[in-house]
């Protein structure tokens, strides 16, 4: 039996060296050679593995022992695939469900269809798929250790790391993405702060390990091959600590990542608290992702007029937000409550009835309170009533924080929101700029209080346009619509269980 298994593995040999030597892999020529010259007895059942389509020696198409080829996305040239997000994509727009004609959108599209096509021909090395034929982990450690341990620069599958301004549609797109993949496959999408929170909740179960990163970074491996996470943003020391080191384990275990965000990469955490930290993470982003900047003159979320009645500014705007209030939980009366978010943590909720919540602003934002709070209020209600948001500046900044990190994880669970404002949407961060927009030094006394409250956060400044953008969709008509759509249906569930 041995003598027969190597026998088919030198005739393998042949055909990958031919191959190798056309293609000029150097990867495939190393493989070919230790399958020639290994003493080490060999498993039949590996031979499948050595030459699976799509091999993560080679980039482009993969050649099989019958001398077989599968086309891929090359150049930016569209892959003969009749599958996937720009597909999809293509489908919708001759419906009329998408707005055709976003070149920016469409060259995204293709990035993401190419590797679309890439991790599909590589699904089974990468076990995307739990399938039996599968090698064990040990099979797999003792191939990479007799091949590759003599290659350290083996290839991988680079994700993809999405950038743009606000409303260029990357939220959209990774959506198109992620649906089209095959639903058996290992793949997690959520939102980068339900990410590490959920990442601080293991450590903290890890806590008495002495590299709990490994486990944890061990444990979501197992979980999701591919890992798509959408608004990446920094502004937690805690989180940029820690990144480098999470997804230096993450990506020796073969996760692609594949993620959205305002910031180009060099951009991320800049101006944080030890950020010098943090660069060797941005390098390794950079190096495992291939990056794509969406260019864009369209906020798709602005082309909705704003629709009145749940966006209330002006004298008298707290009293008609109150009674709004009454309308939506139909007059029932609203009773404080109790939300349990993760870590034994507990938040108040002043008021609440057929599931809206009402809050002053300085109960939400002006508390010690963060991303685990706010997820855990909206797991329980979907409409917050928000009374007394200001105008932000110098002084209020971390409220500013607060607030952009709550409309965040609103607009992410498709929350409704009411609130009475200082000022319109577009208003309320006037006086948050970044450096490069930041005043420029006058003498005048009167100049200098005019810019006292101006707050210069680069992080704010950016950040400030999603927020305006997302605030801007959910008093749209259309949102609204959505939402109470989605309203009745919870209501039917309720009534019929």
């Known amino acids: 039996m041995r003598r027969c298994a190597r026998s088919v593995l030198q005739r393998a040999a042949i055909v990958t060296t031919t191959a190798a030597r056309r293609r000029g892999c150097r990867n495939c020529m190393l493989v070919s050679s230790a399958i020639t010259h290994t003493e080490t007895p060999i498993q039949s059942n590996i031979l499948p593995f050595l030459f699976l389509h799509g091999s993560p020696f080679c980039s482009g198409s993969a050649t099989f022992l019958d001398g077989q080829s599968s086309e891929l996305f090359v150049d930016g040239q569209q892959s003969t695939t009749k599958s996937g997000p720009l597909v999809e994509y293509e ?43 599968h090698p064990t982990e040990r099979q797999r450690n003792w191939f990479w250790t007799s091949f590759l341990s003599k290659n350290k620069s ?22 198109l993405f992620y649906d089209e993949l095959p639903k058996s496959w290992k793949k997690r999408r959520t939102h980068f702060h339900d990410f590490m929170l959920n990442v601080h909740s293991r450590l903290q179960k890890q806590r008495n390990l002495s590299d709990p990163l490994r486990i944890v970074a061990e444990d979501l491996s197992k979980e999701a091959v591919l ?32 993620t959205t965000s305002n910031r180009a990469p060099d951009k991320l955490y ?12 941005i390098a390794l982003l950079k190096d495992r992702c291939i990056i794509h900047e969406i260019g864009s003159s369209v906020d798709y979320r602005k082309l909705s007029s704003n629709e009145g009645g749940f966006y209330f500014c002006g004298e008298g705007a707290g009293d008609l937000l109150k009674e709004k209030f009454r309308v939506i939980t139909d007059g029932n009366l609203a009773k404080p409550a109790v939300v349990e978010v993760v870590m034994g943590r507990k938040l108040q909720v002043p008021f609440s009835a057929n599931g809206c919540a009402f809050f002053q602003f300085h ?19 979907h ?11 110098s002084h209020n900044r971390v409220a500013a924080y607060r607030f952009v990190t709550l409309i965040d994880v609103m607009y992410e669970n498709r929350a409704r929101l009411l609130c009475s404002a200082e000022d319109e949407p ?8 970044t450096i490069a927009d930041a005043p420029k030094a006058r003498s005048s006394r009167a100049s200098k209080s005019e810019d006292a409250d101006v707050c210069v956060d680069n992080e704010l400044g950016f950040a400030k346009e999603r927020t305006i953008s997302r605030l801007t969709e959910m008093i749209s008509r259309p949102y609204l619509e959505e939402h109470a759509t989605k309203i009745a249906h919870w209501s039917q569930q309720y009534q019929h269980s």
Request: proline residues 2%.
């Open 270 to 281: 800049e101006g944080g608290l030890q950020r010098d930290l943090f660069l060797p993470f």
């Open 227 to 258: 890992l798509c996470l959408d608004e990446f943003m920094v502004t937690d020391v805690a989180d940029a600590l820690i990144l480098n080191r999470l997804f230096g384990h993450l990506f020796q275990r073969g996760i692609v990542l594949v």
């Open 426 to 433: 577009t208003g309320l961060f006037k006086r948050c700029v």
């Open 91 to 133: 489908r919708r727009v001759g419906s009329g469900e998408l707005m055709a004609g976003d070149r920016n959108q469409e060259r995204a599209l293709k990035a993401l269809q190419a590797l679309y096509d890439e991790l599909t021909e590589n699904a089974s090395v990468m076990e995307l798929e739990d399938a039996g034929s």
């Open 363 to 381: 109960e939400l934002c002006e508390m010690p309170l963060g991303a685990a709070d706010y997820i855990g209020l909206f797991k329980k209600f």
């Open 154 to 175: 083996t290839s991988f599958i680079r994700g993809l790391y999405l950038y743009g301004g606000v409303g260029t549609g990357k939220t959209m797109l990774m959506d």
């Open 383 to 393: 409409t917050l009533a928000l009374e007394g948001i200001p105008s932000f500046g």
